[in-house]
């Protein structure tokens, strides 16, 4: 099996499944008991936490748990608008945003929110200029991804938000960092944003749970109200073992970082050589500011999901775009100005720290053969 898939979800590491079990079996407490057995299902939470926030260089009472990356930008947007969004009616956001961004904003709009969505150059970039001059003194909040989770891009959020923050202090900050967290180094106070939201099962923890850094004095309304558990930003008891996992996760890779961020970099290099000897293949991701760990791109003529089966009957799985799509024609495509008939084959690659040279000649093989089979077959 050549699994190429890893934007959509990773395979859970050891030390992150071991912490799971670990949590359901023997430390299942709940962390608000006052017992010795809820004690240690505190300790254990704490102990995530404070991986989380060592990843993102932050204080580990900035971290905030809860069931995933979507609930975590919902509660960003809705939260901050419903603190900061009183008086100042007006969101920027990029217009490449995943949907757990974008449907929010859309929802606001409807509710009477002036939007503005930045459009990206032809190679998914978004320029920082344009965004910067988008914001204004009426702009409550400013939204853009970290890295694309379709093309890979890498947007210049540190220059966006740096600058909105010097001109407009007042306006909140977000940053969708799922594709990036343990793939980009990222330090909270440098990148100037007030949000930043981050996913477990992205970086070989398990489903179900994501993690929001809040930066200290940022008011943000919570989406669900109850026992006022996470300092009264997602009430709710606590799902230990999946935030166990997560945090078992990230201090297992951590300190290899850097060195499968090269490792991704060279097989993404191996990759794009290979694609540029096949005339029916047009690469979509940008070759310059692009993750290591994403490729996106299109065969000619090879509607996606035709050419996604194929690959899959000989156990080689990729995706058409993002997965939360299941399908649907690409909107970021379409936002980059990429043509109809591009956007409707396209394929994108995901390689995770595991992913392997031969892996990536296994794909440009049956590549190369479904090309030959399934153009016959037009």
């Known amino acids: 099996m050549v699994y190429l898939d ?53 204080d580990p009472q900035c971290i905030v748990f809860t069931s995933g990356a979507t609930e975590c930008n919902n509660t960003a947007v809705f939260g901050i608008a419903k603190n900061y969004g009183k008086r100042k009616k007006k969101i920027v956001v990029s217009a490449v945003e995943h949907p757990s961004v974008s449907e929010p904003v859309k929802q606001l709009e409807e509710q009477g929110f002036e939007v503005v969505r930045v459009k990206p150059s032809r190679d998914g970039t978004i320029a920082a200029e344009d965004f910067i001059a988008a914001v204004d003194e009426n702009t409550c909040l400013a939204s853009c991804m970290m890295v694309n989770n379709e093309t890979g891009a890498i947007q210049p959020v540190r220059r966006i ?26 330090k909270s106070a440098e990148l100037f944003a007030d949000v930043i939201v981050v996913s477990g099962h992205k970086v070989h923890a398990v489903k179900g749970v994501g993690a929001m850094y809040i930066r200290k004095g940022i008011r943000v309304a919570p989406l669900l109200l109850g026992g006022g558990q996470e300092k009264n930003l997602r009430s709710g008891t606590e799902s230990v073992p999946l935030i166990a996992g997560f945090g078992a996760a990230v201090r297992a890779l951590m300190p290899t970082m850097p060195i499968a961020s090269d490792n991704a970099d060279k097989i993404r290099t191996y990759l794009l050589k290979k694609l540029a000897n096949l005339e029916y293949v047009t690469v979509n991701s940008p070759v310059e500011s692009s993750s290591p760990y994403i490729i996106n791109f299109s065969v000619e003529g090879i509607r996606s999901e035709i050419m996604l089966h194929y690959l899959e009957e000989r156990e080689i799985y990729v995706s058409s775009g993002s997965a939360c799509a299941k399908g649907a024609h690409s909107s970021v495509l379409s936002e980059m100005g990429i043509p109809s008939k591009l956007a409707d084959s396209a394929i994108r690659v995901s390689l995770s720290r595991t992913t392997t040279m031969g892996e990536i000649d296994q794909l440009i093989n049956a590549i190369r053969e479904g090309y030959s089979s399934l153009a016959k077959t037009k």
């Open 6 to 58: 890893n934007a959509a979800t990773t395979r859970p590491c050891e030390p992150a499944v071991s912490a799971v079990f670990q949590n359901m079996v023997e430390d299942y407490g709940n962390p608000s008991s006052l017992h010795k057995i809820g004690l240690i299902a505190e300790q254990n939470l704490t102990e995530a936490r404070k991986s989380v926030a060592a990843a993102l260089v932050c």
């Open 161 to 186: 938000f740096s600058a909105i923050k010097r001109d407009h202090p007042e306006c909140i900050t977000h940053c969708d960092a799922v594709q990036g967290f343990m793939k980009i180094p990222i």
